[in-house]
């Protein structure tokens, strides 16, 4: 089986027997893991429906207890019905010859054989599915803790080195043993206690992921409200068949106190016949005492049998109270995780949304902070041609930041290294100085020691900056002092 396929599964028409899988143990090992699949070339390709018919195939284990061929795929449905403790499990074998070298084809088989062994939805199935491969690997050799979990009618069958399932695909045929947990339970959704197993470790691991496997732990959630529900309704049915069971008991016993009333009557007209009879000689009499023996055995039987029926009714009502009890226990349960989680994935999808915003925030930030900036001048004075510096964001041309100074002369502005410079009036005097200004701050840094005129303008020639009036020319002053 070497074709990567995607999951399937097809429906059975309904459940066939009183076992279903347990999702809650499934649950505890629901933690991130990631299965090696053979990523080459295949030769041969097994269709979906192909795969399909494996898990069908070994529905059967759960009339005849195995089914399959132990060289390819097997499956084990082992079951201890005298035996409480523990879990019963389904276990499916992969075998020596067995060609599956993707998970996803390994959860089809299971998926199918679920639908048609239990009569699971393709949702449940395939969820189901998913969950036990991820729980086998996250146990893999684990066989002290199925021997905690499950009954020995189950760990019989298991082996250290097998139990669970590998992450890497070479490691599957001949040394996997799926096991796949049941319950005894028999409602619609398979009454199942995932409450007990998705414990705080367990959701703390599911929360590692960056999306914090919302979609799967809501999936979860709507399990577990619809199990709450479905306890909710099956507890009023079972109460009310309890109702009806304690009515017809009381009635079998009122008709038992009858029989019994009638028993002993007849035993003491027997009693009396059978006194008259050794009092006389008359064969009648005898006959008469020995027929009214056999009409008071009989009564006595009718009214014993009467009492065992009126028992068996009374236990019958008190099983149908325990079970609603139970079933209204469960739906309690399932409610309150169903709400405790809900929140949880919701503070959750909270904490993603302003994390997002944050990164989002911060990106835009880092964008801008990216981005080379323009200056410009923007005139303050016409008259005297005199300008603040602006810094402008490229993109949009918003201006980011504008400058203290507004004595820039002439609408001159030229970019060094690690400085604009410009001619300017630093003290609002009228001196008019040569000036290095900070490219971030806008601020004035450095001006020179010597005042130039007011009308001067700079230039740039050959990469290095004149300062003149046009008529004659020089370079910049060599000595600037660090503004104060």
């Known amino acids: 089986m070497k074709n990567v396929l995607p ?20 649950e505890r090992a629901n933690a991130t ?48 019905p005298h035996t409480t403790n523990g879990f019963d499990a389904d276990i499916l074998i992969i075998g020596a010859q067995a060609r599956v070298d993707h998970i996803d084809n390994i959860r089809e088989i ?11 939805r393709l949702q449940d199935a395939r969820t189901i ?36 399932i590998a992450r890497r695909f070479d490691q599957w045929p001949g040394k996997t043993q799926l096991v796949i947990p049941l319950s005894g339970h028999s409602d619609a959704l398979s ?18 992921d960056p999306d914090k496997n919302v ?84 009564a006595q039987q009718e009214a014993q049998q009467a009492a065992h029926t009126a028992q068996k009714a009374t236990e019958q009502a008190e099983s149908l109270a325990r079970e609603a009890r139970s079933q209204e226990q469960r739906a309690q349960q399932k409610s309150a995780e169903a709400q405790r989680e809900r929140l949880e994935v919701a503070g ?4 993603m949304m302003n994390a997002g915003r944050a990164k989002a925030t911060h ?19 016409a008259q005297h041609l005199l300008s603040e510096i602006v810094l402008v964001d490229p993109k949009t041309e918003a201006p980011l930041r504008s400058s203290s100074l507004r004595t820039v002369r002439n609408r001159l502005l030229y970019s060094e290294p690690h400085a604009l410079v410009a001619i300017a009036d630093t003290t609002g005097n009228g001196t008019v100085r040569l000036v290095h200004i900070d490219p971030k701050t806008l601020e004035v840094t450095k001006e020179s020691t010597q005042r130039i005129a007011a009308q001067s303008f700079l230039l740039r020639e050959r990469g290095a900056l004149l300062c003149g009036d046009r008529r004659k020319w020089q370079p910049l002053p060599g000595t600037l002092y660090q503004k104060s």
């Open 348 to 351: 959750d999808m909270q904490r």
């Open 110 to 120: 299971v998926a199918a054989y679920l639908s048609a062994a239990y009569g699971y």
């Open 191 to 208: 009454a199942v206690d995932t409450g007990a197993i998705s414990d705080k470790r367990v959701v703390e691991r599911l929360r590692e």
């Open 7 to 26: 999951m399937c599964a097809v429906l059975g028409a309904g459940c066939l027997f009183a076992l279903e899988v347990d999702r809650r143990e499934l």
């Open 129 to 164: 599915a998913t969950f036990t491969t991820v729980y086998n690997a996250v146990y893999r050799a684990d066989l002290p803790t199925f021997k905690a979990r499950y009954k020995g009618v189950v760990t019989a069958h298991l082996s250290p080195e097998h139990v669970g």
């Open 363 to 381: 990106g835009a930030q880092e964008a801008r902070e990216s981005v080379t900036p323009c200056y410009g001048l923007k005139v303050v004075d």
């Open 215 to 298: 979609d799967l732990r809501r999936d979860m959630i709507d399990l577990k409200e619809r199990e709450a529900q479905e306890g909710t309704r099956r507890a009023q049915q079972l109460a009310q068949q309890s109702q009806q069971a304690q009515e017809r008991a009381a009635e079998l016993s009122t008709q038992a106190q009858r029989a019994q009333a009638h028993a002993d009557k007849t035993r003491r007209e027997a009693q009396q016949a059978q006194q008259a009879a050794q009092n006389s000689p008359d064969p009648a009499r005898t006959q008469e005492a020995k027929e009214k023996e056999r009409v008071a055995e009989r």
């Open 33 to 80: 893991v990631e299965f090696e699949n053979f990523a080459g070339t295949h030769t041969d390709v097994d269709s979906a429906a192909a795969i399909r018919r494996i898990g069908e195939g070994l529905a059967s284990a759960l009339r005849g207890g195995v089914a399959g061929d132990r060289a390819r795929y097997a499956l084990i449905h082992a079951v201890g």
